[in-house]
């Protein structure tokens, strides 16, 4: 039986991004909370390898207590087991300090496992780095934004699009991918997966002093990264209103605009104009 991970993250809904100007961080107990798109993903990949052999999924998230929906969720789906990182140490933590714990808490609970699946990015920082960073944690071959995943025994066989190349790889298990938002549609949760998923005790909690960290663990592990300022951008448009007659409206817009236009168009409108006299 082969057994899988598949990490995913809690993210604010896209419309509801409070931040934190002094810690320059997420308020992510203010905003309502969905699963991470691009996890999605993964966790379709790992049922569909589910569905083709025997295999065991084990979701896990770091996060508030409130991340526990998105296990629910996994579990809904179809996912076997679901564990929850969560502390106030973690609090604040960058991609660094993340795939460290994540990587504490795969050794502890799950030190058998062969392929590790996670999300190619998350929506709410897009740096695409914890499936990476993890792997090195791991010392594991890894390969990102894969679209599809073929095994045969022990070997694991990836295809990817990346830099206008199809690339194929093989590696041998264990290994991480991280999984790419074009295939791997993510399916429907069921009344009775919504049933299970809430009837079951099959969720682990963890907390740092259950994973051995302590604070001076998370001094040399913890964030490198330093937010120096948190600022929303807002759009400044002005509006221009042209009245009259609709072509000398037109040729007004053309006359001021004429390079813009010529731009979106592909086409120079002063040179045709002096070509058609």
Not at 156 to 161: D, E, M, N, P, S
Request: some cysteine.
């Amino acid at each position: 039986m082969l057994n899988l991970i598949v990490c995913v993250k809690q993210v604010p809904m896209v419309t509801e991004l409070p931040w934190d100007e002094k810690r320059g961080t997420l308020r992510r107990d203010l905003a309502a909370g969905m699963m991470n798109p691009a996890c999605k993903h993964a966790l379709e990949a790992a049922l569909q390898i589910k569905e083709s052999r025997p295999a065991h999924i084990t979701v896990i998230t770091m996060g508030p207590p409130a991340a526990e929906e998105v296990l629910r969720e996994a579990l809904a789906m179809g996912a076997d087991r679901g564990i929850l990182i969560g502390d106030k140490l973690f609090a604040g933590s960058d991609t660094y300090a993340t795939s460290f714990v994540l990587a504490q808490a795969i050794k502890k609970q799950c030190p058998d496992y062969d392929l590790i699946l996670s999300g190619c990015y998350t929506s709410d920082s897009e740096t695409a780095q914890v499936g990476p960073q993890l792997a090195e944690e791991l010392d594991l071959p890894a390969a990102a934004y894969i679209e599809k995943i073929d095994i045969t025994g022990r070997t694991l066989r990836v295809r990817r699009f990346v830099d206008n190349f199809r690339e194929t790889l093989e590696m041998e298990f264990p290994a991480l991918v991280t999984v790419a938002m074009e295939n791997y549609q993510p399916r429907y949760t069921t009344l009775a997966g919504l049933e299970r998923a809430f009837k079951e005790e099959n969720i682990v909690s963890l907390s740092a002093s259950s994973l051995g960290i302590s604070f001076s663990t998370m001094d040399t592990h913890g964030s490198c990264t330093k937010v120096r300022k948190v600022f929303l951008r807002k759009a400044q448009k002005e509006n221009i209103f042209l009245k009259g007659p609709a072509a000398i409206v037109v040729n007004e817009f053309l006359k001021n605009h004429e390079d813009k236009v010529s731009s979106a168009i592909g086409k120079d409108i002063k040179k045709e104009e002096n070509d058609n006299g």
